[in-house]
Nanobody, 123 residues
Framework: QVQLVESGGGLVQAGGSLRLSCVAS??????????MGWYRQTPGKQRELVAA???????TYIDSVKGRFTISRDNAKSTVYLQMNSLKPEDTAVYYC???????????????WGQGTQVTVSS
């Protein structure tokens, strides 16, 4: 059974920085981690992809965080990070870690989610 545990959220003033971490533990039998990413959600809105990174370290970001956020991963530690700089009040949300697992030698995929960590940016 795979578990994702996030850490690093909190309260910060506008212009400040936070670093989120997400560790994947356990293993899906016959599966391995493919892409990992960070999503965020605010009340009444759909969860949105903030940043993602493939197993070959290709990254993608939503426009609103480009130049401010950086996603990275440590495959040896099954960990993904999100460095958030120049934070704005509109970045306030619950941030969720996602790990996409792929069957070894196959095309089956399974998504796992963390429990979420609150990020609050005060003006």
């Amino acid at each position: 059974q795979v578990q994702l545990v996030e850490s690093g959220g909190g309260l910060v003033q506008a212009g400040g920085s936070l670093r989120l971490s997400c560790v994947a533990s356990g293993s899906g039998s016959g599966f391995r981690i493919n892409a990992m990413g960070w999503y965020r959600q605010t009340p009444g809105k759909q969860r949105e992809l903030v940043a993602a990174i493939t197993k070959s370290d290709r990254t993608t970001y939503i426009d609103s965080v480009k130049g401010r956020f950086t996603i990275s991963r440590d495959n040896a530690k099954s960990t993904v990070y999100l460095q958030m700089n120049s934070l704005k009040p509109e970045d306030t949300a619950v941030y969720y870690c996602n790990a996409n697992y792929q069957r070894v030698g196959g095309l089956d995929y399974v998504d796992y989610w963390g429990q979420g960590t609150q990020v609050t940016v005060s003006s």
